[in-house]
């Protein structure tokens, strides 16, 4: 850990669920962690910013705080001071920078977990001496981060890399965001999930035998283990995600030409078996596949605590 008398970074990721704080060593390892449950979406802000500097001050423990990085899971505007929406929290337009250096008395840094998380995964992760990479995050839906020339890009607004919605399948599945044939429809959690759904009902499964039959009842770590004991309902629905992951995939690559592609995000935890399929669909999609070096699609290293190292270098 950093000298005290320097103070220490805590590094912060807070989604819908958790608010996960910690503290770094100068080799980027974490050394102590502090864990808040979320207080929700439909809770006044202020309960939302005391979980926030709770988790702060017990990673922190006895020593002076030097600086404090936000991974936040929502739009953060340009400046990195305001969280403009999240969509499991009660934030709207919340200064939520100026309010944690009031209240903690040191340097906030605020953005979105992907980009903080793709900051990470440059400097300690599967990117790591990559100038130019894609980082595409899979949980319940998709989001992203763009890092060109060694530097995450944010965009106009603060929001670049919401990647989950670009439509793939015009007229196609409806997407929670009120549209249709959003990418995530079809390659993310939800996706896998329905997939397997629709699958059971027509084949035998042990997702039957998980569920006593009742589909609406399968999970998402339920078709994991499934496909892990070789159920061929569960492998399906992986492919299905894999070959639309690559296809989503293609396009990014065609538009930015990075070097690599890192998957992130709960999904990513199935390994090959979600990237095989992808690595197929991305040389199969590509335009001029056969006439360049086709970018490495690669899992996550840090896993769950991407969002929060990210978080610690934006102030470090």
């Not at 299905?240 to 538009?255: I, M, Q, T």
Request: aromatic fraction near 4%; charge should be negative; hydrophobic fraction near 45%.
């Amino acid at each position: 850990m950093w000298p005290v008398d320097e103070g220490v970074v805590v590094g912060v990721d807070i989604g819908g669920t958790k608010v996960l704080a910690g503290v770094l060593d100068e080799a980027g390892r974490v050394v102590r962690t502090a864990l808040r449950t979320t207080p929700g979406r439909r809770v006044v802000t202020a309960r939302v910013e005391d979980a926030l500097v709770e988790a702060i001050l017990e990673a922190a423990g006895s020593a002076p705080l030097a600086g404090v990085g936000v991974a936040a899971a929502g739009f953060v505007d340009s400046a990195g001071e305001r969280v403009m929406f999240a969509p499991h929290l009660p934030w709207q337009g919340e200064p939520l920078k100026d309010l944690l250096e009031e209240r903690l008395g040191c340097p906030v840094g605020l953005d979105n977990d992907a980009n903080c998380a793709a900051r990470a995964e440059a400097r300690y992760g599967a990117a790591k001496g990559s100038a130019s990479a894609l980082m595409v995050t899979m949980g319940t839906g998709i989001g992203g981060a763009v890092l060109l020339e060694g530097r995450v890009v944010r965009g106009a607004n603060g929001m670049a890399g919401e990647f989950g919605h670009m439509q793939v399948v015009p007229d196609g599945q409806p997407c929670e965001c009120g549209r249709r044939g959003c990418w995530e429809q079809y390659s993310s959690g939800n996706a896998l999930v329905r997939n397997a759904r629709a699958l059971m009902v027509e084949q035998p499964s042990v997702l039957a035998d998980m569920t006593e039959g009742n589909p609406d009842r399968v999970t998402g770590p339920m078709v994991t283990s499934a496909a892990e004991q070789g159920d061929l309902v569960a492998r399906r629905a992986f492919a299905s995600v894999g070959d639309w992951l690559g296809v989503g995939v293609a396009n990014l690559v065609a538009a930015l030409d990075p070097e690599v592609v890192v998957i992130g995000g709960g999904v990513s935890a199935a390994g090959d078996r979600l990237l095989d399929p992808a690595r197929d669909a991305l040389r199969r999609t590509l335009v001029g596949a056969a006439h360049r070096r086709v970018p490495d699609l690669l899992a996550a290293e840090l896993g769950p605590l991407a969002g929060m190292i990210g978080g610690a270098l934006l102030v470090s």
